[in-house]
């Protein structure tokens, strides 16, 4: 009776080690997220649409922000809270409006910022960090966090 105990405890003991405790993943570097920044502000002047930007790390945390001549002082924080919380939930910031329009407020109330703007970037796919713009059109907002973050992955 004890050996299939024993057996059984040396196989899961096993398996248990042969996980690795420690993974490497990519990690958005102060480079990354000044290229993502200036990439953000040539498409928010191109596309005429004055806005405050924020770049933070897959922990959600400010790695770089700008604010536009023009842009309202409130847009300061959403711009900052679009991408913590597209890092923090990874995805999309619309897809975040959608679902409180659909009645999941909680995620509303849980600190999130649910409105578009905020997007993922995703390097080999891990969340490394997020761009969230804040402008004048949620649409064009989220057109230019999207860009960005597309435009980052696909960097070597």
């Known amino acids: 009776m004890r050996a299939p105990l024993l057996l059984a405890s040396l196989l899961c003991a096993g398996a248990a080690q042969a996980a690795p405790l420690v993974t ?18 040539t498409r928010a002047s191109a596309a005429k649409a004055p806005s405050a930007i924020a770049i ?8 770089m ?5 023009g842009v309202r002082p409130g847009s300061i924080e959403l711009a900052i809270g ?4 597209a ?3 990874r995805r999309p910031t619309s897809e975040l409006e959608d679902n409180v329009s659909r009645g999941r407020v909680s995620l509303a109330t849980e600190g999130l910022t649910a409105l578009r703007g905020g997007v993922p970037i995703i ?5 490394v960090g997020a761009v969230g ?5 949620k649409d064009q907002d989220a057109a230019i966090a999207t860009g ?3 435009a980052i992955a696909d960097l070597p």
């Open 24 to 41: 490497t993943a990519p990690v958005l570097t102060m480079a990354g997220a000044d290229h993502a920044l200036h990439d953000a502000l």
């Open 56 to 63: 933070v790390d897959g922990s959600g945390l400010l790695l």
């Open 65 to 69: 922000f700008v604010r536009m001549d």
């Open 82 to 85: 679009k991408a913590r919380s």
């Open 87 to 89: 890092a923090l939930m």
């Open 123 to 127: 390097v080999h796919g891990a969340c």
């Open 133 to 137: 713009v804040a402008g004048m059109d």
């Open 148 to 150: 960005v973050a597309n």
